[in-house]
């Protein structure tokens, strides 16, 4: 069984009194839930505040990017070891924000997601297409291309999650069907299963896009929907605690 996990992007929002309070929040409604992995992505400036409060619970610090050098002249960048530093367990890479914004490529994705495995972060891997690519029937080609890449040179998948998140569901209040989203999670786990045999039965995916308490319930019902990376409805402690609260119960 490869059991659940529910994780809050947090994008760029909370400062830190914000974050305090709503990681609070989440810690102390979420005591009695089992089975699976609740993890918070609050931006850098909160993760050492979000971390005071969730240790020593089951909820888990995640950091939004990082760098893949260990240190150097990187202005603005941070690494592996500093998130491990701040309390950090996964790391999220190649969100479709950074890729559109920050222009983050394939391989800044998979040199990422090696050095976060080799620093003993867990990545959580982000692919997905765009509305003009899914519109054009090359949503496959497109992810595919995305997930080989992000693991190209990687030994075992063991410690991997991939999320994916069509670019057109997030944010938008348009989340993909169960339906749409199962058929690419089934054929990134195909992808994997090529690549790594039967260890691609425990991977994770998650899916990512506009999921709330009210859409969660029939996403996860589907065979390779494991969870749920959520921005915009992790960002109220009720509504989050609701998606968990909804995939705990039915996975
Ligand atoms: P959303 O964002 O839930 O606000 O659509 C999801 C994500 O970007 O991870």
Redesign the pocket.
């Known amino acids: 069984m490869r059991g659940w996990m529910v994780?809050g992007?947090w994008?760029m929002h909370n400062t830190q009194d914000e974050a305090r309070t709503l990681s609070k929040y989440i810690v102390d409604n979420t005591v009695n839930i089992q089975g699976g992995e609740i993890v918070l992505a609050p931006p850098f400036t909160s993760l050492s505040v979000v971390y005071d409060v969730i240790k020593g619970s089951q909820v888990k610090l995640a950091a939004q990017n990082m760098y893949y050098e260990d240190k150097g002249a990187y202005t603005g960048e941070v690494s592996p070891a500093m998130l491990k530093d701040t309390g950090c367990s996964y790391v999220?890479i190649g969100?479709?924000?950074r890729r559109k914004y920050f222009h983050e490529t394939d391989e800044g994705v998979n040199l990422k997601t090696k050095k976060a495995l080799s620093s003993g972060l867990m990545p959580i891997v982000?692919v997905g297409e765009t509305l003009e690519e899914r519109e054009k029937g090359i949503t496959e080609y497109v992810v595919g291309i995305q997930v080989k890449k992000a693991l190209n040179g990687i030994d075992g998948i063991a410690d991997i999650v991939i999320?994916y998140?069509p670019v057109w569901?997030?944010?938008?209040?348009k989340?993909a069907t169960p339906e749409e989203a199962e058929a690419v999670q089934k054929f990134i786990r195909g992808i994997v299963r090529d690549i790594y045999g039967s260890a691609a039965d425990n991977l994770k995916i998650l899916y990512?896009?506009?999921?709330?308490a009210d859409n969660i319930g029939s996403l996860i019902e589907m065979e390779d929907i494991d969870g749920?990376?959520?921005?915009?409805?992790?960002l109220k402690g009720e509504g989050f605690v609701g998606i968990i609260k909804r995939v705990a119960e039915k996975r």
């Open positions: 994780a992007n994008k999220i969100h479709s924000e982000c999320a998140e569901a997030i944010g938008t209040g989340n990512g896009g506009s999921v709330t749920a990376l959520v921005g915009g409805a992790s």
